[in-house]
């Protein structure tokens, strides 16, 4: 990889992940290439050389496992490194995605120090010229600044207005996928916000995000509007909390 930074490839639909990502991978000397659909990415797979491959499972337009199969011979190749980074990757499925050549699964939410070494350990799998992790303090305690973002209070901020910014468009996609009764889209949406409110550190909250994606992905639907119900109630109440604090 010399001559030209590494590429890594984020598959991912949700904007406030996205970020995150961008944020935390910014420390490094990497091209990075965001794409929100399967569409997406088999596009620029199928062009330029792309070292890294981080990529969601719960996707716009399908499963991000079928990404896989549009891979060389099934599976990545040997100058290629597959990492999924999702939620709700129990330990049957994660066996599963290792014998399809997935090199590691990192399980949302992660934190800066966790994501900084799985592409950087996957860069350095790759190449004898590995980049260096920048050294960044492990948090000990349930603040999510220390827990998720190496105490980089700053990049924490950056990342929590990027969430207030998006909960808007949030609300009102499940806000239509409720009225639709539209089970899968709703579970997107939850899917998505289970780990961005777990890296806020509103634990409580991502618990109800995630019990209300376990009842769309059952078709549950009266059950998953009033869970998507105490969903909105929590997220209005951040963007609430943040209007009073301006």
Not at 170 to 183: K, M, S, V
Not at 225 to 237: D, H, P, T
């Amino acid at each position: 990889m010399e001559g030209s930074p590494a590429r890594v490839l984020l598959l991912e639909d949700d904007p406030a992940v996205c970020r995150f990502v961008q944020l935390v991978l910014d420390a490094l000397p990497i091209d990075l290439v965001v794409c929100t659909t399967l569409r997406e990415a088999r596009e620029h797979l199928a062009g330029a050389p792309v070292q890294v491959v981080l990529m969601d499972l719960t996707l716009p337009d399908g499963s991000g496992r079928d990404l896989l199969d549009g891979l060389p011979g099934g599976a990545p190749d040997a100058a290629r490194r597959t990492v999924v980074f999702s939620g709700g990757v129990d330990a049957v499925l994660q066996r599963q995605l290792e014998a399809r050549g997935v090199w590691r699964v990192l399980h949302k939410p992660a934190s800066v120090g966790s994501l900084l070494a799985c592409v950087t350990d996957a860069l350095d799998s790759l190449s004898a010229a590995a980049d260096t992790t920048p050294a960044l303090p492990a948090g000990v305690d349930g603040d999510p600044v220390g827990l998720f973002f190496g105490g980089n209070r700053s990049l924490y901020e950056a990342y929590r207005q990027t969430c207030l910014d998006q909960f808007p468009k949030d609300l009102e996609a499940g806000r239509r996928a409720a009225d639709a009764g539209d089970a899968p889209a709703l579970r997107r949406v939850a899917h998505n916000l289970k780990s961005v409110l777990a890296l806020l550190g509103e634990a409580q909250a991502a618990q109800q995000a995630r019990a209300t994606e376990e009842l769309a992905a059952v078709g549950a639907l009266e059950p998953m509007r009033k869970g998507w119900q105490q969903v909105c109630s929590i997220l209005q109440g951040l963007l609430a909390a943040s209007e009073q604090r301006r």
